[in-house]
């Protein structure tokens, strides 16, 4: 029963007829969307991924075919050949591209059958996620998919082509590689060759795109898969993909000039014209500013309002005078309930003795001067939110000792003390307006591309981070990133100094930018180090001997030897963007064959076990 295509030709895709074409011959292949059988007549929705047409089998006008027809299912594959008909004026659909026209079937194969499908692509409600993972051949005809699929298509191609129009080449760099320096947890590949030894997948192409630059092409891209073994939240995968590029002799600037250059070109041909050159902050402005490092720029900044408030204010408050307070606000939320003020404090994560006062009413009836002071300050206006976050006075002696005991190191505006309050506030800042991003709207999408796409630089990041756990720094970008010329010198105090969470460490500055966009991360990079004796003294400062550093990265020292050029570079998330410009709530819905958070690929079922023979070749055994 199954008809072979033969000599048919497809010559139109089922969503682009208009009525231009009516008279004309048509010949359409695709799937059955919809039937729907009114005796006589019957419609058929044909679908490919361009959209859908309305096909009419007459039974008047042709027996064989209609009867043909009746065997037609849900995701059936046919071709029809026919003529386009302009619809009578009160079928015309005005909500479909092809609302104005009918192809009247002429001739039917049936190309397949179909089973039925546990959901369909024409659905509008949806499946749970599982089984649309499962099935995901049939999850992807959905249109949204299509669309999403599509767009990252378009993106990715724009992308390309203004880096080759810049002069960048674009190069691949080996999958099976060795531990790269992004310092997440790896994929292993056990290698057959030599048994008991491993290669890594590359958590990015890092010192392969570095080494690109000591190898002569100065200005290299690559859209790349990356592999991280993390714990994984909606908006990571095991697998992802970078934008990845690097150049030699840029200043920061020039970086960010290229990646607005692209972001613009990606955005447009997602249909937004963005506005560039991007604002530009300094992490401790960030931090000051939002209490975070990735500030989402749709929402008020924090305003200090310490000086808003008598000494005695402060004291009867139990606020501890030497550090911040905060007034948080969020606008145009409306007189808030009892309930829902009570509601707040449960949202707030104190760090390092952070306190919150949630009830600004309480604040206006006990201090209405102060009160004052806060609106006036903070440009409050009827219907916003104000929340104050400020220190515990509890934490007074203890930190006005350690504040006396250690001064601010110069460069860095902030201190720890200030860093939890101002982070505690950031956090309470999000929580605050996602729970009632319905009430102000600030999320919602205006249609104008200045308004809904808010982007920064955040630049000068600390190089270092203490880990409390290990009780030893840690690069906070990666090793490879260049110090502050300035603060060099700060890399060269003794070794106490790799023990001590407050050493001169704390206040190098690094060459380091992000580039953020709604609070979102979109890309991290910096200029690098091209230099042999400061990367040593960076893998000193982190604790890793020259032996350590050689076993791990000693093929690259040993490159870093051979006339490296100055170079720096960035890498963005792809799958981020396009989640942003399609408007998804997970990296899964732009991702073709994602995995779960379990980081299970639902439809081809892996990771699975392996034969014994398998594992024999590669000499591994596994423990029950
Ligand atoms: N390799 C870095 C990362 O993946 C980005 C960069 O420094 O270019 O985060």
């Known amino acids: 029963m199954l008809d072979f295509l033969g000599d048919l030709r497809r010559t139109h895709m089922c969503g682009a007829l208009r009525a231009s074409e009516a008279g ?10 919809r039937r729907r059988d009114h005796g006589n007549l019957l419609f058929v929705d044909l679908r490919d991924r361009s959209g859908v047409t309305q096909v009419v089998i007459n039974a008047e006008r042709n027996a064989v075919i209609h009867e043909k027809a009746e065997a037609l299912r849900n995701e059936y594959v046919i071709a029809v050949t026919g003529t386009v008909k302009l619809r009578d004026a009160n079928t015309v659909n005005p909500n479909m591209p092809t609302g104005e026209v009918e192809l009247v079937a002429e001739e039917l194969r049936i190309l397949n059958e179909s089973k039925l499908p546990p959901f369909l692509p024409s659905d509008t409600a949806l499946t749970n996620e599982e089984t649309r993972l499962k099935y995901r051949y049939i999850d992807l005809r959905r249109d949204v998919m299509q669309f999403n699929i599509e767009l990252r298509h378009k ?34 590949v056990p290698s057959r060759v030599q048994p008991g030894t491993f290669y890594a997948l590359p958590q990015s ?24 073994d993390e714990d994984l939240r909606a908006d990571r995968q095991p697998e992802f993909t970078q934008i990845d590029l690097e150049m030699s002799y840029p200043q920061p600037e020039r970086v960010w000039e290229v990646v607005e250059g692209f972001l613009t070109a990606a955005f447009r041909a997602a249909g ?18 939002y209490g975070i490092d990735k500030p989402d720029l749709r929402l008020p900044a924090f305003t200090d309002v310490r000086e808003c408030f008598a000494p005695e204010n402060l004291q009867q408050l139990a606020v ?33 003795g952070a306190k919150v006062f949630e009830d600004f009413k309480r604040i206006e009836k006990n201090f209405p001067e102060a009160a004052a002071k806060i609106v006036a300050k903070s440009g409050v206006e009827a219907g916003d939110l104000i929340v104050i976050v400020a220190g515990s006075a509890q934490t007074v002696s203890a930190q006005t000792e350690a504040q006396t005991a250690v001064p601010v190191p110069p460069h860095r505006k902030v201190t720890p003390q200030e860093l939890a309050i101002y982070a505690s506030a ?45 009780k030893q720094w840690n690069a906070a970008h990666h090793p490879f990133t260049s110090p502050h010329e300035e603060d060099m010198p700060k890399l060269e105090t003794g070794v106490e100094s790799l023990n001590d969470p407050q050493s001169a460490l704390s206040s190098v500055r690094a060459l380091a930018y992000d580039v953020v966009l709604n609070g979102t991360e979109l890309g991290s990079g ?52 396009v989640m942003i410009l399609a408007g998804a709530e997970s990296l899964r819905e732009v991702i073709p064959f994602p995995k ?16 014994e023979k398998q594992l024999r070749e590669l000499g591994i055994v596994v423990k029950k």
């Open 24 to 33: 004309k011959k048509a010949v359409l292949m695709g799937w059955v969307n």
């Open 596 to 611: 779960t958070a379990r980081a299970v690929d639902l439809m081809v079922d892996a990771p699975t076990p392996v034969g």
């Open 155 to 188: 993106v990715a191609k724009a992308i390309r082509d203004y880096l080759s129009a810049q002069g960048f080449f674009e190069i691949e760099t080996p999958f099976m590689t060795r531990s790269t320096p992004e310092g997440a947890r790896d994929y292993l």
């Open 426 to 470: 950031g956090l309470l800042r999000l929580a605050l307006a996602q729970k009632y991003a319905e009430r102000h709207g600030i999320f919602k999408k205006t249609g104008d591309p200045e308004k809904d796409f808010r982007f920064l630089w955040v630049t000068n990041f600390p190089m270092f981070e203490w880990d409390e756990g290990e």
């Open 320 to 352: 501890n005078t030497n550090l911040p307070v905060v007034a948080i606000r969020i606008p145009k939320l409306g007189e808030l309930s009892r309930a829902e003020r009570d509601s707040i404090k449960p949202l707030f994560v104190s760090k390092g």
């Open 272 to 289: 937004s014209e963005i506005k560039t050159p991007f604002p530009r902050m300094d992490y401790d402005e960030a931090i000051r500013l």
């Open 205 to 228: 192409p890092q010192l392969f795109k570095q080494i690109l630059m000591i190898s002569g092409f100065d200005k290299y891209f690559q859209i790349v898969r990356c592999f991280r």
């Open 526 to 577: 910096s200029i690098r180090i091209h230099r042999q004796d400061v990367q040593r003294r960076i893998f000193r400062a982190l604790g890793m001997t020259e032996e350590e550093a050689r076993a791990r990265f000693g093929f690259f020292l040993e490159a870093l030897e051979y006339g490296t050029p100055p170079h720096g570079g960035i890498a963005l998330g792809l799958d981020r963007i």
